[in-house]
């Protein structure tokens, strides 16, 4: 694994930036990691953001420092994870939706099971599901805790596809998904424009 883990100032910035900037990255939990190639990002001031309510006891680790992690549960089935961002008085975070592995390969082959090779992490809960990734990492620092984001390689500079998010039913016209030009790992529906001559 190459890169420095992220610090905190990294993470505290505009949500759209870091969003933005996180594809590419490396997502890292114990022996396995995944480059990340797909994120979205969520802010308290649109309706899809767990944050838009308030201050509760669910939301309150979206108000928390910069590089948290938040880790919450779908659908009562998957845990996603998320890297709060902005100042502790703003609730913001960057979701990562899908990777591309890079470490622990068979041991995502055994928690996911008998899936394509293109399928161990193109989801959000497929992915925390690969890594281990668990509500126990909710509130946990990126920075130092179990779960860590590496740097990109030096000089690394990814070409980004920009979409609407997706499986989500408030705010849905706002471009606030990122994907990694080329990469068939990005969870779908793909968006427009994401492989090159149109191939599928």
Same mark, same amino acid.
């Given at each position: 694994m190459s890169g420095a883990v !992220? %610090? $905190?100032?990294f993470? %505290?910035?505009p949500v759209l930036e870091v969003a933005r900037d996180l594809v590419g990255c490396e997502l890292v939990h114990g022996e396995t990691a995944g480059r990340i190639v797909e994120t979205e990002a969520y802010h308290h001031t649109e309706a899809a953001c767990h944050a838009y309510v308030g201050l509760t006891a669910r @939301?309150? @680790? !979206?108000? $928390? $420092?910069p590089g948290t992690a938040y880790v919450y549960r779908s659908y009562g089935i998957h845990a996603l994870i998320n890297a709060v961002c902005e100042g502790e008085d703003v609730g913001a975070a960057v979701l990562?939706?899908?990777? %591309? #592995? @890079? $470490?622990g390969v068979e041991l995502m082959r055994a928690r996911r099971g #008998?899936?394509?090779?293109r399928d161990l992490?193109?989801? #959000?809960g497929k992915l925390t599901q690969a890594l281990g990734i668990e509500l126990t990492e909710n509130a946990t620092s990126l920075v130092d805790g179990p779960v860590r984001i590496r740097a990109r390689e030096p000089g690394v500079v990814p070409?980004?596809?920009t979409g609407t998010r997706i499986g989500i039913t408030k705010a849905v016209e706002l471009p606030w998904r990122f994907c990694l030009r080329g990469s068939r790992r990005v969870s779908r529906p793909y968006p427009p424009g994401l492989l090159h001559h149109g191939t599928g």
């Open positions: !992220l %610090d $905190a100032a993470y %505290d910035r @939301t309150s @680790t !979206l108000f $928390a $420092a990562v939706r899908a990777l %591309d #592995p @890079t $470490a #008998p899936v394509h090779e992490c193109n989801g #959000p070409e980004l596809v």
